[in-house]
C-alpha cells in the first residue's frame, strides 16, 4: 500500500509565500517522478510543476518564476515552494507521484488527500 501525505496549506495574504510538502511512504520500488496538481472550485484539475527523478522540472506558464519544485528521492518527499502568491492561487493542492512498486513493476500513478491554499486579503 502506498500512501501520499501532504501538508503545508493554510490562508496567506497576496504576496505572501507558502510551502507545501509530500511525503510518500508504502511499498515503492522507485519513483519517475512527483508534482502537484491544483483544483479550483468549478474548474479542472491542472498540473502546477512536476519533477522528473533526474532533476528536470516543468512548471505550468501561470507560476513560473513564482514557484519552486524540489524533490528529496532519500525521503520520497517532494515540496513546493510558493512565493508571490495571487488570489487566482486560490484552490485545492494535490502532491502526485508515478512509481513503482517492484522491480520491472507497471508504473502507477497515486495521488494524496489534498491541502486546501487559500490566497485573500
Known amino acids: 500500500q502506498v500512501q501520499l501525505v501532504e501538508s503545508g496549506g493554510g490562508l496567506v495574504q497576496p504576496g505572501g509565500s507558502l510551502r507545501l510538502s509530500c511525503a510518500a511512504s508504502?511499498?515503492?520500488?522507485?519513483?519517475?517522478?512527483m508534482g502537484w496538481y491544483r483544483q479550483a472550485p468549478g474548474k479542472q484539475r491542472e498540473l502546477v510543476a512536476r519533477?522528473?527523478?533526474?532533476?528536470?522540472?516543468n512548471y505550468a506558464d501561470s507560476v513560473k518564476g513564482r514557484f519552486t519544485v524540489s524533490r528529496d528521492n532519500a525521503e520520497n518527499t517532494v515540496h513546493l515552494q510558493m512565493n508571490s502568491l495571487k488570489p487566482e492561487d486560490t484552490a485545492v493542492y494535490y502532491c502526485?507521484?508515478?512509481?513503482?512498486?517492484?522491480?520491472?513493476?507497471?508504473?502507477?500513478?497515486?495521488w494524496g488527500q489534498g491541502t486546501q491554499v487559500t490566497v485573500s486579503s
Open positions: 502526485n507521484a508515478d512509481l513503482s512498486t517492484a522491480v520491472r513493476g507497471p508504473i502507477y500513478r497515486y
Open positions: 519533477i522528473i527523478n533526474d532533476g528536470r522540472t
Open positions: 508504502g511499498s515503492i520500488f522507485s519513483i519517475n517522478v
